[in-house]
Nanobody
Framework: QVQLVESGGGLVQPGGSMSLSCTAS????????MTWVRQAPGKGLEWVAS????????RYSDSVKGRFTISRDNAKNTLSLQMDNLKADDTAVYYC???????????????WGQGTQVTVSP
């Protein structure tokens, strides 16, 4: 079955950097768009960034554009999110998701990881 396992969360100071990883299994990783989604305390889900199957094209929400970088290694079935210049507003649980290819990239997901907590605080 599909499994998405995130790692790399934790506590970081404002202005700092953190890298998240997601290891995928149970499907042909290189065939699928992949997306990071986050949920801040008391708020709804927020789309963060998506990457096309070959990794050649990426898309970012306005709130993270220029600070976050999504990437993938299809040989290792790994999705990554490099987060720089972190802000308190970036505090959230971050989820690795597998896109539903029947829908536009970054809009519908058929598998989710368990999530990893990122806390940005002094």
């Amino acid at each position: 079955q599909v499994q998405l396992v995130e790692s790399g969360g934790g506590l970081v100071q404002p202005g700092g950097s953190m890298s998240l990883s997601c290891t995928a299994s149970g499907f042909i990783f290189s065939n699928y768009y992949m997306t990071w989604v986050r949920q801040a305390p008391g708020k709804g889900l927020e789309w963060v960034a998506s990457i096309y199957s070959a990794g050649t094209f990426t898309r970012y929400s306005d709130s993270v554009k220029g600070r976050f970088t999504i990437s993938r290694d299809n040989a290792k079935n790994t999705l990554s999110l490099q987060m720089d210049n972190l802000k308190a507003d970036d505090t959230a649980v971050y989820y690795c998701t597998k896109d539903d290819l029947r829908e536009q990239i970054g809009t519908s997901f058929d598998s989710w990881g368990q999530g990893t907590q990122v806390t940005v605080s002094p």
